[in-house]
């Protein structure tokens, strides 16, 4: 199985509104990471983690809070977004990060987000 | 550094068709490469991935992919299109050491009845 799971699959937030998205996979996968895709472009990417520890942040405004409690789980918390951040948000995972040169990155649905 | 460069940013067939999507790629390592497929407001599916063994690289749904080092490319290729198969396509190098994901700017295809 090779499922990466994603709640919710849309999020209408305003400016002021705090909410959070969630990833998940059972994989046994100890890499996961964030993307945000803008429409007709590539994925870009935001954070890795690696064994439940921060180790990419792509310059990322602090806007976007990640948070990985455990080897399973990817949350990604939002405050005081823009519009400009109305995207889809992509989360992957893989075995591990900064490793085997075979290791392939699998990606959830996504989130639709947009902010008003 | 690595990267890739997909030729066409728009691919029209008809059904029944070949299916070519053109990605050339630049690495100073033996790369590793994939192809992801995009169907409207979904995630990324993995089609296939070349790591350095067999240069034609069968994936899902009949796609087929040929490494050429000579010629540094990686093109998709499906012998008939199918309504199904349109998308969006990204050609995609991993860069050498770690798993950061260098992504082409994706091709659309699209398929005629």
């Known amino acids: 199985d090779t499922e990466v799971t994603q709640t919710p699959k849309h999020l209408v937030m305003g400016m002021t509104n705090k909410k959070s998205l969630k990833c998940e996979q059972h994989?046994?996968?100890?890499?996961m990471y964030w993307y945000k895709q803008k429409a007709k472009k590539p994925p870009e990417l935001m954070f890795v983690?690696?064994?439940?520890?921060?180790?990419i942040n792509e310059s990322v405004p602090s806007r976007f809070s990640p948070e990985c409690p455990n080897s399973s789980l990817l949350n990604l918390h939002l405050h005081a977004l823009q519009p400009e951040d109305s995207a889809l948000y992509l989360c992957?995972?893989?075995?591990?990060?900064?490793?085997?040169?075979?290791?392939?990155?699998?990606f959830g649905p996504g989130t639709r987000l947009t902010v008003l | 550094a690595q990267s890739v460069t997909q030729l066409d940013s728009h691919v029209s067939v008809s059904e029944g068709t070949p299916v070519l999507l053109r990605c050339n790629y630049s690495s100073s390592y033996s790369p590793s490469l994939f192809w992801y497929v995009q169907h409207p407001n979904k995630g990324l599916q993995l089609l296939l991935k070349y790591t350095s063994a067999a240069t034609l690289v069968k994936g899902i749904n009949g796609f087929e992919a040929e490494f050429k080092k000579s010629e540094t490319s990686f093109h998709l290729t499906k012998p008939s299109a199918h309504m199904s198969d349109a998308a969006e396509y990204f050609c995609v190098v991993r860069v050498y050491n770690n798993n950061d994901m260098r992504f082409g700017a994706g091709t659309r295809l699209t398929v005629k009845p």
């Open positions: 994989m046994g996968h100890r890499a």
């Open positions: 992957a995972s893989s075995q591990a990060y900064n490793t085997s040169f075979t290791d392939t990155q699998y």
């Open positions: 983690y690696s064994y439940e520890k921060l180790s």
